[in-house]
């Protein structure tokens, strides 16, 4: 990894793009710290501190807020950071499926894929307007650091009221202000991919969740001692490792092509492989079982802590609780079923198949068709469930973190689950892009 950085700041296009990509991201953390007008600044790290302090629970909203980097709780510009252009992508993703028209565009090659690129901006730019919405009423409510600064100190108010100004005034220029730093944010992310090195939107995520890595780890050393905190770099380098040898795990699909006469020309004749990766669904999975744990938290907001029912106690001791054992079960479960709910719907075995029965393409030994998509799809469910249970037993790993290190402030833990799965999946990705533009400018050939 070293030598291919080394070797791509030696070659002056690249570093040109190297530079480039380091200019964005620095752009990019100066959004993610700087206040939204309205937002008292003061107030709001005051409450950040007294939530670290008394290791209050925040559900979901600490995912959102690794993935801003920690923007999210301070309400800056960039507060939503990268997520709805990610929600947008993946809700169009899977309405491609349902809707033929998106189909449709989708297997009309770049002209249909720039019209769905297009579609994605509207819908992300959308997501933006409610989610702010969304975030301006909890900061309002207290609900955006689950209520630990009202308790604590009710005169702090994160969105002052005696500014002077209509109250609808300082919450719309809010709202506009955080759905703008969105579309800027993806505005940043689309030009690392057109002029930068690697994919635009998966660095600036890597930014985010890099950015936090010091602090945290910091706060463990300063909770837990020292000794806790080696141990936990230990286990974050054996993380690490295990993530990039699954990552890179891959079953090959030997393809054949017959030979073809076209006019005077023959094509044909090469060999191939289709590769089948043992985590097919990236990290997608973990997003949705996380989203979908959240719901019950999200429940209990609306009643009085205090004064909760018996079947309310229940989903707060056993669903609410991230160190529950029905808790880590429930996730663990719920993202072995979305993984094989998106590969199912991401990768279509019949539709490779005809591809390759179009193309002349076979796999040696199965016929063409439908014998060969039945294959596929045998194959494919055999290396989908030890990828989902890899992911499902890397996103648990935190949780056994918060029993280990006993602090409920560890919702946010960065060394480990979806913050080490998008890491090192964004690093490997980006690598391989400078070894290949490098390969691109320094073939030799077989003459030389």
Known sequence: MLSAFTSAFRTPDLRKKLLFTVFIIALYRLGATLPSPGVSYTNVQRCIDIVNSSNADNGVLNLLNLFSGGALL????????????????????????????????RKEGQSGQAKITQYTRYLTLGLAVLQSSAFVALARTGQLFNNACDQNDPTLQIIPTNTG??????????????????????????????????????????????????????????????????????????????????????????????????GRRMYGGTSTYIPLKVNQAGVVPVIFASSLLYLPQLYLQFFDPNNLKGYQIWIQKWLADPTSTLYIGVYFLLIIFFTYFYVSITFNPTEVADNMKKYGGFVPGIRPGKPTADYLDFILSRITLPGALYLGLISVLPNFFFIWLDQQQYQNFPFGGTAVLIMVGVGLETVKQIESQLMQRNYEGFLR
């Not at 800056?76 to 929600?87: C, E």
């Not at 300063?222 to 286990?235: P, R, W």
């Open 74 to 105: 301070q309400l800056s510009v960039f507060a939503l950071g990268i997520m709805p252009y990610i929600t947008a992508s993946i809700i169009l993703q899977l309405l491609t499926v349902v809707i033929p028209r998106l189909e449709q565009l």
């Open 165 to 262: 100004l209509p109250l609808w005034l300082t919450l719309s220029v809010l709202v506009l202000t955080m759905t703008a730093g969105t579309g800027v944010v993806m505005w940043l992310g689309e030009l690392i991919t057109d002029r930068g090195v690697g994919n635009g939107m998966s660095v600036l995520i890597f930014t985010s969740i890099a950015a936090r890595l010091p602090g945290e780890g910091w706060t463990i050393k300063e909770s837990s001692g020292v000794g806790k905190f080696v141990l936990v770099i230990l286990l974050v380098l054996v993380i690490i490792g295990l993530v990039v040898f699954i990552e890179q795990a891959q079953r090959r699909i030997p393809v054949q092509y017959a030979k073809r006469m076209i």
